[in-house]
C-alpha cells in the first residue's frame, strides 16, 4: 500500500476543484444556450427589482396566503429567463 501525503492530497483536490469550475462553467453556457431570452418592459424590470430586494430582506408570503380570495396579485413573472442584469 502506497502513502499519501498531505500535499499530494491537497494537490488532488485543487485539481478537483478546478474540473469542476470548468463543469459549472460549461453548464451554465449550456442552460443559456437553451433557455429564450425574454423582453420586459421598464415596469416589470422595476418590479422584479422590488422582489428581488424583498427576498434579500427575507420578506414572503405563503402559497396560501396569496391564493386567498380578494388577495391583490402581483403581476406574474414569464417562466423564461430575464436577461436585464438583474
Do not use: F, H
Amino acid at each position: 500500500m502506497t502513502q499519501v501525503n498531505l500535499d499530494q492530497v491537497y494537490a488532488e483536490v485543487k485539481r478537483l476543484r478546478i474540473e469542476l469550475k470548468s463543469i459549472e462553467k460549461s453548464l451554465d453556457s449550456l442552460v443559456e444556450s437553451l433557455i429564450p431570452v425574454e423582453k420586459i418592459s421598464p415596469e416589470e424590470e422595476k418590479e422584479l427589482r422590488e422582489i428581488e430586494k424583498e427576498m434579500e430582506q427575507g420578506k414572503y408570503v405563503t402559497l396560501e396566503e396569496v391564493m386567498k380570495p380578494g388577495v391583490k396579485k402581483r403581476a406574474r413573472v414569464p417562466r423564461t429567463a430575464v436577461k436585464k442584469g438583474i
